[in-house]
């Protein structure tokens, strides 16, 4: 069964950075475009960026510019890595498939909190 494990979260003030990993088990990850969602309290959950299977990567606009998604198929595990963070990006982070083509089980999110 696909599974999914992000981690990585943590408190770090405005203008710090982090660096979120998603190990998948169950799929041949290298088939699937994957994404990095987060969820606010009392919102829904949003897409914050995908990358394809080739390793091409877009990005909402709240997040272009400071977040980063890369992937590395040998490890299964899909990474984002958070620049220039505001208190408005603190939420729980996810991922999953490009919504796209679906979505898998979601796992239980890693908690970021930007506040000083």
């Known amino acids: 069964q696909v599974q999914l494990v992000e981690s990585g979260g943590g408190l770090v003030q405005p203008g710090g950075s982090l660096r979120l990993s998603c190990a998948a088990s169950?799929?041949?990850?290298?088939?699937?475009?994957m994404g990095w969602y987060r969820q606010a309290p009392g919102k829904q959950r949003e897409l914050l960026g995908v990358?394809?299977?080739?390793?091409?990567?877009r990005y909402e606009d709240s997040v272009k510019g400071r977040f980063t998604i890369s992937r590395d198929n040998a490890k299964s595990t899909v990474y984002l890595q958070m620049n220039s963070l505001k208190p408005e990006d603190t939420a729980v982070y996810y991922c999953?498939?490009?919504?796209?083509?679906?979505?898998?089980?979601w796992g239980q999110g890693t908690q970021v909190t930007v506040s000083s």
């Open positions: 169950g799929i041949i990850f290298s088939r699937y475009n």
């Open positions: 990358i394809t299977i080739a390793g091409s990567t």
């Open positions: 999953n498939r490009d919504p796209t083509y679906g979505s898998f089980p």
